[in-house]
């Protein structure tokens, strides 16, 4: 039997939002979230607990991970297809069991400090966050097919969370599956520039958010518009300056998914400070 996985407690700066169901926070902030991308992967190794715990004390309103199956089919957070650019292995993480990946070691290339913290299983995280009180952004990773989608949701029904996760994916087809197999669960759709056909596939997959690139909806003006007009969210990816977050925040997006969390909810502290006369 593999290890069992370390307990970490988030501990936030700010109240929740999450004691509503998540629509309900998305839709009555009074400014865009802070979407913390894979935690808060400045301070701490991307996607692992400690990250995780870091972007809640920084005050994340959400917290966004990548999730991929082991080969015995158990929901694990990892943004790429192999265990080579964050951990000690090498691979894909797909070729492993749950119970060899306990023993990977994914955070010494971050910093001899996290040595040891392993790949949490999305089990883990819901976890984490649920005691939190802090929705997550899940963002299934190809490859991905029907019955792996079904585990990943089940994850999410077994936790309690089914009303604080936001699923999303690039994939048309992947969001479809998680539509069949919870549909109670909000979707969202990723996309690097705002489709053409936003309004048919909204309908089809029952969207409630569609999340573009950054860069391209900066160069799109009507684009946040559009979406706002179909009754979608809208939390653009990846953004990390505070000119990119004025000029979004301008077009009224909903959150921000950046990798720096505490500076973001500093910066938009500063923003709503009045102006001395």
């Keep these: 039997m593999p290890a069992p996985e370390p307990v970490l407690t988030a501990q936030r700066t700010r109240p929740s939002l999450a004691a509503r169901p998540l629509l309900d926070t998305l839709d009555s902030a009074p400014g865009p979230l802070v979407v913390a991308h894979r935690g808060d992967p400045t301070s701490a190794p991307e996607n692992t607990l400690p990250a995780l715990a870091r972007a809640v004390a920084f005050g994340a309103d959400m917290v966004e991970v990548d999730v991929r199956l082991t080969a015995d089919g158990v929901p694990v957070l990892l943004h790429d297809a192999t265990l080579d650019r964050t951990t000690t292995a090498r691979g894909p993480v797909g070729a ?9 070691d994914a955070g010494s290339r971050f910093g001899t400090a996290f040595a040891g913290t ?6 883990a995280a819901l976890r984490l966050l649920r005691e939190a009180g802090v929705p997550m952004l899940l963002e299934l990773k190809p490859p991905m097919d029907r019955v792996a989608v079904s585990r990943v949701l089940r994850e999410v029904r077994l936790a309690g969370m089914g009303e604080q996760v936001l699923v999303q994916s690039f994939d048309r087809a992947v969001v479809a599956w998680a539509r069949q197999a919870e549909p109670g669960v909000a979707r969202g759709l990723l996309v690097t520039r705002v489709p053409r056909d936003a309004a048919e596939v909204a309908t089809g997959l029952g969207l409630v958010a569609c999340n573009p690139a950054a ?9 946040v518009e559009r979406l706002r007009a179909l009754g979608l969210r809208v939390l653009p990816y990846t953004v ?3 000119r990119s ?4 925040h301008r ?9 720096r969390p505490g500076h973001l909810r500093a910066w938009l502290a500063q923003r709503a400070q009045p102006r001395a006369r």
């Design 240 to 242: 990390n300056t505070p």
């Design 215 to 223: 860069l391209p909806l900066l160069a799109d003006r009507p684009g």
């Design 96 to 104: 492993l069991t749950s119970e060899q990946l306990a023993h990977v």
């Design 118 to 123: 392993p790949v949490p299983t999305l089990a």
């Design 245 to 248: 977050w004025d000029g979004l």
């Design 251 to 259: 077009r009224g997006v909903t959150g921000l998914i950046t990798d």
